[in-house]
């Protein structure tokens, strides 16, 4: 075979591991490979030619490897030091993941058992080895198999099954998987709340342990829509499956309906409640649900005998030739110098004095502001609502007094599970909603969302999370059946990248973790759902 690497072409045998075929020019810190850009093993056989990338944990692919297989020697340590307990990985927390025992309590004890059981395993460096199944052979396998590691794979139309062994241990992890155990060379295990913190670095900071930064706020939406979905029975997509079969999902939509109706309105009430509030700002990561949000919410604040009005921050952008510029020489948008602060803060101030301010409208083309005569006076039932990337930032709004404002953040906190041992991030349910609501809406493809996301989630870290904990309130925009709905739409679009696009594998990826999912009948889902700002048919549609 044919295979490029850094730029020089290797006569490389068909069937020999990457690693090995490619031996001369492999960098020591490896974890994996793109191959014809799909992911891949070290261990993965040359069978075409193509091009071949190794990548470690200083990319997006790396780390993201590095966290699942430093979970699969978690989850081996946690079954070690005590067989047969039922372990499970739940969400993550800066730099973390908070996992828990479901009949074990977490002691300081219960950690060291565990911390010590992993350090033995990595400094062994033993072998993590895939093997592949029949459905045939794997069902056969599973009849003297008490566990569920892996098992889900069994209720999929897949042609093979794989699971992951290390010595006795096996599980599966959805995935490429690091090839031995000796990969993991910075990790921590902590105890938190009732359950444990699996630590690990950043991608800009790969060589050492970032501080653990507490987000109480996140802890608890995410704690409560786990404890939710566990009393629902639907916690896992095993289980959302078996609703779907079993003609039981209408109840689910209702639920999930009245559980996002429930929130709002204590959201609407709470700000009735504080009484002297005159701005409510709203912020969260894109493909959060932010317009169905903000149309429920003014139904909520005009029960409560309040008359919200809308300013839209998009119309505060400084002059084009005034707009800072990134590290390219490019406009960048969306760093807060690109608004204009002072006008935003002297009308705000203006409009809660009781004065009539003539409101700007920004047009885009020519990158100056317009006065087309919309002018705004606030009555006393008036309030002001603002949505944007940083409304949640006190700069945004600096001459408003703090007990005049109410900071909602808000983001798709997935917290259902592929099963016990593969969480569903949260930004690839974000990103899926993004790629059908960009299709539907704004003709992009697929390909067009892929290459952009990775900006999207740079301009998030950098103006939108660090600010999560300043809110007054958090609302978890998820839907626990969602991306069985965005399923038909998603899947034809991904499937049209080729593997000449860099995002070939990202949309193999997410294809892959499809094929768990049902497909469900969204003609059900009301009109004034979350999840039709996505799909269509959305009673909050311009």
Same mark, same amino acid.
């Given at each position: 075979?044919?295979?490029?690497?850094?730029?020089?072409?290797? +006569?490389?045998?068909? =069937?020999?591991?990457?690693?090995?075929?490619?031996?001369?020019?492999?960098?020591?810190?490896?974890?994996?490979?793109? *191959?014809?850009?799909?992911?891949?093993?070290?261990?993965?056989?040359?069978?075409?030619?193509?091009?071949?990338?190794?990548?470690?944990?200083?990319?997006?692919?790396?780390?993201?490897?590095?966290?699942?297989?430093?979970?699969?020697?978690?989850?081996?340590?946690?079954?070690?030091?005590?067989?047969?307990?039922?372990?499970?990985?739940?969400?993550?927390?800066?730099?973390?993941?908070?996992?828990?025992?479901?009949?074990?309590?977490?002691?300081?004890?219960?950690?060291?058992?565990?911390?010590?059981?992993? %350090? /033995?395993?990595?400094?062994?460096?033993?072998?993590?080895?895939?093997?592949?199944?029949?459905?045939?052979?794997?069902?056969?396998?599973?009849?003297?198999?008490?566990?569920?590691?892996?098992?889900?794979?069994?209720?999929?139309?897949?042609?093979?099954?794989?699971? *992951?062994? #290390?010595?006795?241990?096996?599980? *599966?992890?959805?995935?490429?998987?690091?090839?031995?155990?000796?990969?993991?060379?910075?990790?921590?295990?902590?105890?938190?709340?009732?359950?444990?913190?699996?630590?690990?670095?950043?991608?800009?900071?790969?060589?050492?342990?970032?501080?653990?930064?507490?987000?109480?706020?996140?802890?608890?939406?995410?704690?409560?829509?786990?404890?939710?979905?566990?009393?629902?029975?639907?916690?896992?997509?095993?289980?959302?499956?078996?609703?779907?079969?079993?003609?039981?999902?209408?109840?689910?939509?209702?639920?999930?309906?009245?559980?996002?109706?429930?929130?709002?309105?204590?959201?609407? @009430?709470?700000?009735?409640?504080?009484?002297?509030?005159?701005?409510?700002?709203?912020?969260? $990561?894109?493909?959060?649900?932010?317009?169905?949000?903000?149309?429920?919410?003014?139904? =909520?604040?005009?029960?409560?005998?309040?008359? $919200?009005?809308?300013?839209?921050?998009?119309?505060?952008?400084?002059?084009?030739?005034?707009?800072?510029?990134?590290?390219?020489?490019?406009?960048?948008? @969306? #760093?807060?110098?690109?608004?204009?602060?002072?006008?935003?803060?002297?009308?705000?101030?203006?409009?809660?004095?009781?004065?009539?301010?003539?409101?700007?409208?920004?047009?885009?083309?020519?990158?100056?502001?317009?006065?087309?005569?919309?002018?705004?006076?606030? %009555?006393?039932?008036?309030?002001?609502?603002?949505?944007?990337?940083? #409304?949640? /930032? +006190?700069?945004?709004?600096?001459?408003?007094? $703090?007990?005049?404002?109410?900071?909602?953040?808000?983001? %798709?906190?997935?917290?259902?599970?592929? %099963?016990?041992?593969?969480?569903?991030?949260?930004?690839?349910?974000?990103?899926?909603?993004?790629?059908?609501?960009?299709?539907?809406?704004?003709?992009?493809?697929?390909?067009?969302?892929?290459?952009?996301?990775?900006?999207?989630?740079?301009?998030?870290?950098?103006?939108?999370?660090?600010?999560?904990?300043?809110?007054?309130?958090?609302? /978890?925009?998820?839907?626990?059946?969602?991306?069985?709905?965005?399923?038909?739409?998603?899947?034809?679009?991904?499937?049209?990248?080729?593997?000449?696009? $860099?995002?070939?594998?990202?949309?193999?990826?997410?294809?892959?973790?499809?094929?768990?999912?049902?497909?469900?009948?969204?003609?059900?889902?009301?009109? /004034?759902?979350?999840?039709?700002?996505?799909?269509?048919?959305?009673?909050?549609?311009?």
């Amino acid at each position: 075979m044919k295979i490029i690497c850094n730029g020089k072409t290797f +006569d490389v045998d068909e =069937g020999v591991a990457l690693k090995d075929g490619l031996k001369e020019v492999i960098p020591e810190n490896s974890i994996a490979a793109k *191959y014809n850009n799909e992911l891949a093993s070290l261990n993965q056989p040359v069978n075409k030619d193509g091009v071949v990338e190794f990548i470690d944990r200083t990319t997006k692919e790396g780390r993201e490897i590095y966290i699942r297989g430093l979970l699969y020697l978690v989850s081996m340590s946690a079954e070690r030091a005590y067989p047969g307990s039922k372990f499970t990985i739940d969400y993550q927390l800066s730099n973390s993941m908070f996992c828990e025992f479901v009949d074990i309590e977490v002691t300081d004890e219960v950690i060291l058992n565990i911390k010590t059981k992993l %350090d /033995n395993i990595v400094s062994q460096d033993l072998p993590i080895i895939k093997k592949v199944m029949t459905p045939e052979e794997a069902k056969k396998f599973y009849e003297n198999e008490s566990t569920l590691r892996g098992r889900l794979q069994l209720n999929v139309n897949k042609e093979k099954v794989s699971l *992951y062994y #290390c010595e006795e241990y096996f599980n *599966y992890f959805y995935g490429t998987m690091p090839i031995s155990t000796g990969f993991a060379k910075f990790y921590d295990i902590e105890k938190y709340n009732n359950g444990l913190l699996i630590r690990y670095p950043s991608v800009s900071e790969p060589n050492h342990l970032p501080k653990f930064v507490s987000s109480l706020k996140l802890v608890s939406a995410l704690s409560e829509y786990d404890e939710i979905y566990r009393i629902l029975e639907v916690n896992t997509v095993y289980k959302l499956n078996k609703k779907i079969r079993e003609g039981k999902i209408k109840e689910l939509i209702l639920f999930s309906e009245a559980l996002h109706e429930k929130k709002i309105a204590e959201i609407a @009430e709470k700000i009735k409640e504080r009484g002297n509030v005159r701005m409510v700002l709203i912020a969260g $990561p894109s493909s959060s649900g932010k317009t169905t949000f903000a149309g429920k919410l003014n139904m =909520g604040l005009r029960v409560h005998g309040l008359r $919200p009005v809308t300013i839209s921050v998009d119309n505060y952008f400084v002059e084009r030739e005034f707009n800072p510029k990134d590290e390219n020489g490019n406009y960048d948008f @969306e #760093c807060i110098e690109a608004l204009d602060i002072d006008l935003l803060n002297r009308q705000l101030v203006s409009l809660l004095n009781g004065e009539e301010v003539s409101l700007p409208t920004f047009d885009f083309k020519t990158g100056h502001k317009q006065y087309l005569g919309n002018k705004l006076k606030l %009555d006393k039932d008036q309030i002001i609502i603002m949505e944007g990337i940083h #409304c949640l /930032n +006190d700069k945004l709004t600096s001459l408003i007094s $703090p007990e005049n404002k109410f900071k909602i953040y808000i983001s %798709d906190l997935t917290v259902l599970n592929i %099963d016990y041992y593969n969480r569903i991030s949260t930004t690839d349910t974000r990103l899926i909603r993004r790629i059908v609501r960009d299709y539907k809406f704004r003709n992009y493809s697929a390909l067009h969302t892929l290459n952009m996301w990775a900006s999207v989630n740079r301009g998030e870290q950098k103006y939108i999370f660090p600010f999560q904990e300043d809110a007054d309130i958090m609302f /978890n925009s998820s839907i626990v059946y969602e991306i069985s709905v965005l399923k038909k739409y998603a899947v034809p679009l991904l499937e049209e990248i080729p593997n000449t696009e $860099p995002a070939y594998g990202e949309a193999r990826r997410l294809l892959a973790m499809f094929q768990y999912f049902d497909d469900m009948d969204d003609s059900l889902i009301p009109n /004034n759902s979350l999840i039709r700002e996505f799909i269509g048919g959305s009673i909050f549609e311009d």
